[in-house]
């Protein structure tokens, strides 16, 4: 498809395109994406998974940056459940407000291959900031998804497991080799689920963002030298532990123990 409109994959916007049919299914099944409901996917590249998508009965919101592919997508997708908004998903670090109109009121996930550029930071944005937004599946850098779902005293521990965690389940669906893709990336990709808790760890996810990034940027100091002594000690946390050991639970209650102080 791409040769005929005499296409070539850029590096640039990550476009390594989903070539495993098993995986993308495994990724849709995942989602358990059915009739009725609202899917946003964001980089649908030649349109393979949104095709999937569609054929399963969801609405599709998909948001490519390329103004070629977008043609193409155009072209060869027909269906009044279709929208497709061309342009950047995530310009200013911030969901494409054409994205968040069109989405709607309904509540909807995010399926997608993401390209690997903006795949942390808009995780985050849409965990943090859009609650409509119930889960994601998505493909990814391996290091990244192994970041999503860390346990502390690991060294992929940090805060981008720590918000994803307290926000929503995190889980590796499959890892996916380079063969999976055309072209073959240079690094390892895994699939990832994130399904929003019930109850979340913290009411105050944007403050929480801010207060996780300030501790994590020392993780190796101690807590005392941090956040101060008191902090820790009436939050009920030893000051001499470093941020790296701490639970979820123990980051929530030391927040309101500095707001407090
Ligand atoms: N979904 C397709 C697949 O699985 O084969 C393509 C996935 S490819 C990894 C990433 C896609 O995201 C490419 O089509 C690329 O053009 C698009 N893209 C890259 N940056 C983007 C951005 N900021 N906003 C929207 N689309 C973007």
């Avoid at 040769?3 to 993308?24: A, I, Y």
């Avoid at 998508?53 to 009044?80: K, P």
């Amino acid at each position: 498809m791409l040769d005929e409109r005499g296409l070539t994959p850029k590096k640039s916007l990550g476009q390594n395109f989903l070539v495993d049919h098993n995986l993308l299914r495994k990724l849709v099944d995942d989602a358990g994406v059915g009739p009725g409901d609202t899917v946003l996917e964001i980089g649908p590249g030649a349109g393979v998974l949104t095709r999937e998508l569609l054929e399963r009965g969801a609405r599709v919101v998909a948001v490519e940056l390329d103004a070629g592919l977008a043609d193409l997508l155009r072209e060869t997708i027909d269906s009044d459940r279709f929208t497709l908004i061309e342009g950047d998903a995530f310009a200013g670090g911030a969901l494409s407000p054409d994205a968040l109109d069109a989405l709607g009121d309904a509540t909807w996930s995010l399926v997608a291959n993401l390209p690997y550029g903006v795949a942390s930071p808009l995780i985050v944005d849409l965990l943090v900031r859009r609650p409509a937004c119930r889960s994601l599946h998505v493909t990814i850098q391996r290091e990244v998804a192994e970041r999503l779902t860390a346990s502390p005293n690991t060294r992929e521990y940090g805060s981008l497991g720590v918000l994803a965690q307290s926000l929503a389940s995190a889980e590796l669906i499959t890892l996916a080799g380079p063969r999976c893709f055309w072209p073959p990336p240079t690094v390892t990709s895994a699939m990832v689920s994130l399904r929003r808790l019930d109850e979340p760890l913290t009411d105050r996810p944007q403050a929480f963002e801010g207060f996780v990034r300030r501790v994590f940027m020392k993780r190796r100091k101690q807590l005392g030298g941090i956040l101060g002594r008191g902090v820790a000690a009436s939050a009920g946390i030893d000051p001499t532990r470093r941020p790296e050991s701490l639970e979820i639970g123990e980051l929530v209650r030391l927040m309101a123990s500095a707001d407090s102080a």
